[in-house]
């Protein structure tokens, strides 16, 4: 059994940066591949970043791509997100999500346990 709890959403203005937290309990927090994904009111929940469990590959939705960086510390069981740049099409509620062995799936139904999720608002 994982839970994960994220944190440091918030509102900032468009062209600012946030960062984003994810922690975990559980053992070998290093077996998981962890995925961060956003949903706006009326869509989808969708993929954002994905990162292995030994952090040696990360994967980006290309509407992220060179504005959000994924990293994780397996010793602190923790999951970031760094975002910077923010435009107001990333407001959305971020979850973190961990998916037992594998590499980091698009797909939210791959995924094995799920955050409360945190609320990221950029304002233009």
């Known amino acids: 059994q994982v839970q994960l709890v994220e944190s440091g959403g918030g509102l900032v203005q468009a062209g600012g940066s946030l960062r984003l937290s994810c922690a975990a309990s559980?053992?070998?927090?290093?077996?998981?591949?962890m995925g961060w994904f956003r949903q706006a009111p009326g869509k989808e929940r969708e993929f954002v970043a994905g990162i292995t469990g030994g952090a040696g590959s990360t994967s980006y939705a290309d509407s992220v791509k060179g504005r959000f960086t994924i990293s994780r510390d397996n010793a602190k069981n923790m999951v970031y997100l760094q975002m910077n740049s923010l435009k107001s099409e990333d407001t959305a509620v971020y979850y973190c999500?961990?998916?037992?062995?594998?590499?980091?799936?698009?797909?939210?139904?791959?995924?094995?346990?799920w955050g409360q999720g945190t609320q990221v608002t950029a304002s233009s």
């Open positions: 559980g053992r070998i927090f290093s077996n998981y591949a």
């Open positions: 999500a961990a998916r037992r062995y594998g590499v980091p799936s698009y797909s939210p139904k791959a995924y094995d346990y």
